[in-house]
């Protein structure tokens, strides 16, 4: 072989690995556990409901749902509170799992088909995951801002 044959076969062996890659990032890289989105609802944001006038009104119950032990398809619920809040969630699980909030030490038991309520004060500002206590897979990202 010539050197120019080479030098077409390294180059087009490039070209079609860089295409594969591109092509597996846009394509498919929103099907996986860990994928962002841009629609808030998809992943089962439940924004807290501001109350108006005297602050009575209760927050929403933030439904968290694990299915064979991980998140939905749409990816971990992205859940926003404040410092102070009273953080309500109902874990769902079609499977009999253990989940932890780390950073607050709650564990419950989910049973099958049944939901669950977790129910706490954000005393504390940062990110917390909830976790499927066997495989620490997280099913529910909480971040908690400042007062």
């Not at 890289?29 to 108006?52: I, N, Y």
């Not at 989940?99 to 709650?106: A, H, K, N, Q, T």
């Amino acid at each position: 072989m010539r050197w120019r044959d080479r030098i077409i076969g390294i180059a087009l062996g490039v070209c079609l690995g860089i295409g594969v890659v591109v092509f597996f990032v846009f394509v498919y890289s929103g099907r996986t556990v860990d994928a962002p989105s841009l629609s808030r609802e998809a992943q089962g944001v439940v924004p807290k409901v501001a109350g108006r006038g005297g602050g009575n009104a209760r927050p929403r119950v933030a439904t968290v749902r694990v299915i064979g032990g991980t998140p939905p398809s749409s990816g971990p619920a992205e859940l926003h509170y404040r410092k102070g809040d009273l953080v309500r969630l109902k874990v769902v699980s079609d499977l009999e799992e253990s989940v932890e909030l780390i950073g607050y030490g709650i564990s419950r038991t989910v049973p099958a088909n049944r939901p669950t309520p977790i129910r706490f004060r954000a005393s504390k500002a940062g990110n917390f995951a909830l976790i499927v206590t066997a495989s620490h897979i997280g099913v529910a990202r909480i971040t908690i801002g400042g007062a």
